[in-house]
């Protein structure tokens, strides 16, 4: 439960950063962005681009006290964006990504166990872990700067992004202390986040560019039992999994970042 304070602090403040983004960028965007003619860049309207997606779930989890020497501070995972402009200055896109991730031993404080005769205890990882995969469809509305010389979707811009990833389980080879056995997790949990995101696309060729990007997210809804409460104890594996989970995914939105190719056609 300490670990759920510092979570709920950092949560916090990026909560509020990413809204005073979101506003800043409503107000300050020009009326007509959404409706000037858009020849694109060089005639390129459209834009396909595969790379990585990268996000330091591990890191912040590290710098929390929540990590161990084995956890990775840095995660990747492949995407696949399809980018459309609209006008000079704006540009829809739609992504999917894949990755994996790992529930490790000091993920969660343990589950609070009771058996009737049986003073309650605390039943944590003796070693081993859980693995699952997470699948994510987002779509982002994308603001180019036009006083920098961009044209979308060409050059430096400023993003707001609407994503849903569902995570289910791929392998568990879990050893519980004091030799307790549970049923292996069958469960899954569903997220809905927003992220604002600052990128820039540049051309190595005429079709071909590199595309990066940086932003902020914060978790809006979460599947289950999560509450992400004070209150939360885990009684049994399942509500262990789910929210060691819910935590790693709200980690894993809080920094985030990406670098792919693109073709422009």
């Known amino acids: 439960?300490?670990?759920?304070?510092?979570?709920h602090i950092y949560q916090a403040i990026v909560k509020r950063f990413i809204l005073l983004g979101t506003l800043c960028g409503m107000f300050f965007?020009?009326?007509?962005?959404?409706?000037?003619?858009?020849?694109?860049?060089?005639?390129?309207?459209?834009?396909?681009?595969?790379?990585?997606?990268?996000?330091?779930g591990g890191l912040l989890r590290a710098m929390v006290g929540n990590g161990n020497e084995t956890t990775k501070l840095l995660n990747s995972g492949f995407r696949v964006d399809y980018e459309m402009a609209k006008s000079q200055g704006f540009a829809w896109l739609f992504s999917y990504r894949n990755r994996s991730d790992v529930v490790e031993s000091d993920d969660y404080e343990g589950i609070y166990y009771v058996e009737p005769g049986i003073a309650p205890q605390i039943i944590s990882f003796e070693s081993g872990s859980l693995n699952y995969s997470v699948n994510e469809f987002a779509a982002e509305a994308r603001f180019y700067s036009e006083r920098k010389g961009a044209m979308?979707?060409?050059?430096?811009?400023?993003?707001?992004?609407?994503?849903?990833?569902?995570?289910?389980?791929?392998?568990?080879?879990?050893?519980?202390?004091?030799?307790?056995?549970?049923?292996?997790?069958?469960?899954?949990?569903?997220?809905?986040?927003?992220?604002?995101?600052?990128g820039v696309k540049r051309m190595i060729t005429k079709e071909i560019g590199i595309n990066a990007h940086y932003g902020f997210g914060f978790t809006v809804y979460q599947t289950g039992n999560v509450k992400l409460g004070?209150?939360?104890?885990?009684?049994?594996?399942?509500?262990?999994?789910?929210?060691?989970?819910?935590?790693?995914?709200?980690?894993?939105?809080?920094?985030?970042?990406?670098?792919?190719?693109?073709?422009?056609?």
């Open 152 to 198: 979308a979707p060409f050059g430096s811009y400023v993003g707001l992004e609407l994503s849903a990833s569902n995570c289910s389980p791929t392998s568990e080879d879990v050893v519980w202390t004091a030799g307790m056995n549970f049923p292996k997790y069958s469960g899954s949990l569903t997220s809905i986040a927003t992220s604002l995101n600052f």
């Open 230 to 265: 004070s209150e939360d104890v885990a009684m049994n594996a399942q509500d262990f999994y789910d929210y060691a989970i819910a935590r790693r995914e709200l980690n894993a939105k809080l920094l985030q970042g990406s670098i792919s190719v693109s073709y422009l056609f």
């Open 1 to 7: 439960m300490r670990h759920f304070m510092k979570f």
């Open 29 to 56: 965007a020009p009326a007509d962005i959404f409706s000037q003619s858009n020849p694109g860049f060089l005639g390129a309207r459209h834009g396909l681009s595969v790379g990585y997606s990268l996000h330091t």
